[in-house]
T-cell receptor, first 111, second 112 residues
Framework: GDSVTQMEGPVTLSEEAFLTINCTYT??????LFWYVQYPGEGLQLLLK?????DKGSNKGFEATYRKETTSFHLEKGSVQVSDSAVYFC??????????FGQGTTLQVKP | SQTIHQWPATLVQPVGSPLSLECTVE??????LYWYRQAAGRGLQLLFY??????ISSEVPQNLSASRPQDRQFILSSKKLLLSDSGFYLC???????????FGQGTRLTVV
């Protein structure tokens, strides 16, 4: 069945460091891919999305590219800030409407 | 604009009691609806999803059931709660395969 696998956390970085959070998926057909963010004490928010192969989603300095050949959707940011500290979730939505999430990766950015 | 309402925000229930959590969406028609459970420090586990009235897909065999009596209403139920049903339950809605989902504020369920 469909699944999403994220890198284990927590990830601890210094401010202005480069961020990569790995996400790989298995799915039949051509799913849409998403990154969600959950800031401390808040609900889940959609961060970015990509709906077909080679699409790049971007928002708030974050970006991720839909790589069909490697079944990956890694999240990147060139220079993280303390305010980026949160839990990040990779998600997959199939053509049937089923939406599943990875286990989440906690990012802690230190000043 | 679209909004999602989920209640109650917190709930403490004894083992063996029934459960009913309700979720309603406003401002859209024929949404996809979802119930998730989020365990502390872990990801979101998809419990049920529905693409239309009376259409429920169950992802995890367990002590829970879901129903969609109206287009924008999604109910999570149990006849007899177990201790292991404790957790944070989230309702979400979406439209179409290309769009992300929007989440309610969640219900913290504690079974005692």
């Amino acid at each position: 069945g469909d699944s999403v696998t994220q890198m284990e956390g927590p990830v601890t970085l210094s401010e202005e460091a480069f961020l990569t959070i790995n996400c790989t998926y298995t799915a039949t057909g051509y799913p849409s891919l998403f990154w969600y963010v959950q800031y401390p004490g808040e609900g889940l928010q959609l961060l970015l999305k990509a709906t077909k192969a080679d699409d790049k989603g971007s928002n708030k300095g974050f970006e991720a590219t839909y790589r069909k050949e490697t079944t990956s959707f890694h999240l990147e940011k060139g220079s993280v800030q303390v305010s980026d500290s949160a839990v990040y979730f990779c998600a997959l939505k199939s053509n049937t409407g089923k939406l599943i999430f990875g286990q989440g990766t906690t990012l802690q950015v230190k000043p | 604009s679209q909004t999602i309402h989920q209640w109650p925000a917190t709930l403490v229930q004894p083992v063996g009691s029934p459960l009913s959590l309700e979720c309603t969406v406003e401002g859209t028609s024929n949404p996809n609806l979802y119930w998730y459970r989020q365990a502390a420090g872990r990801g979101l586990q998809l419990l049920f999803y529905s693409v239309g009235i009376g259409q429920i897909s169950s992802e995890v065999p367990q002590n829970l059931s879901a129903s969609r009596p109206q287009d924008r209403q999604f109910i999570l139920s149990s006849k007899k709660l177990l201790l292991s049903d404790s957790g944070f339950y989230l309702c979400a809605w979406s439209v179409g395969p290309l769009y992300g989902a929007f989440f309610g504020q969640g219900t913290r369920l504690t079974v005692v």
